[in-house]
């Protein structure tokens, strides 16, 4: 949650503000398939819905159909050395539909490198020198793995 409270008057002209949402949104990958036109958000607990539609329709216009929200309760994870108990922090999820001519796909960040001839060449080149490392410390059976010359 966000500490920002603005004054509602400040001293001294002009009255030059600028005002930052209290409100956040966090774009999430599904875990199940979903048409693709319906969009996973976690966002803030104070969202409704209405302000989840109007913030993706004013900010980013996106043209929104439909919102569902839940809210995702945290996990419980025990402690084992110090057996105490904690608890994650509880996440408001929001389901956003788009109309049916719009389709939202994930971005593809990472690049996905298939075999090439560079990567085969390094792999070599650090099974040879991994070979040379243990064939010059094979007689240093007391000193460890990490202290080498």
Same mark, same amino acid.
């Given at each position: 949650?966000?500490?920002?409270?603005?004054?509602?008057?400040?001293?001294?002209?002009?009255?030059?503000?600028?005002?930052?949402?209290?409100?956040?949104?966090?774009?999430?990958?599904?875990?199940?398939?979903?048409?693709?036109?319906?969009?996973?958000?976690?966002?803030?607990?104070?969202?409704?819905?209405?302000?989840?539609?109007?913030?993706?329709?004013? $900010?980013?216009?996106?043209?929104?159909?439909?919102?569902?929200?839940?809210? %995702? #309760?945290?996990?419980? !994870? +025990?402690?084992?050395? *110090?057996?105490?108990?904690?608890?994650?922090?509880?996440?408001?999820?929001?389901?956003?539909?788009?109309?049916?001519?719009?389709?939202?796909?994930?971005?593809? $960040?990472?690049?996905?490198?298939?075999?090439?001839?560079?990567?085969?060449? %390094? #792999?070599?080149?650090? !099974? +040879?020198?991994?070979? *040379?490392?243990?064939?010059?410390?094979?007689?240093?059976?007391?000193?460890?793995?990490?202290?080498?010359?």
């Amino acid at each position: 949650m966000s500490t920002r409270w603005y004054p509602i008057y400040q001293k001294g002209n002009p009255q030059l503000r600028v005002f930052l949402p209290n409100f956040w949104m966090k774009l999430v990958r599904p875990y199940d398939k979903q048409q693709p036109n319906i969009v996973h958000f976690h966002c803030s607990m104070e969202m409704t819905k209405y302000d989840i539609k109007n913030y993706l329709e004013k $900010i980013y216009n996106v043209p929104v159909v439909h919102v569902r929200t839940k809210i %995702a #309760l945290g996990k419980f !994870k +025990k402690e084992i050395v *110090k057996g105490y108990i904690t608890k994650d922090e509880d996440v408001k999820v929001a389901y956003v539909t788009l109309p049916k001519t719009h389709k939202f796909e994930f971005p593809d $960040i990472f690049e996905k490198k298939t075999g090439s001839e560079d990567d085969a060449k %390094a #792999l070599e080149e650090t !099974k +040879k020198s991994f070979k *040379k490392f243990l064939e010059k410390n094979k007689d240093r059976t007391d000193v460890p793995s990490w202290f080498s010359i």
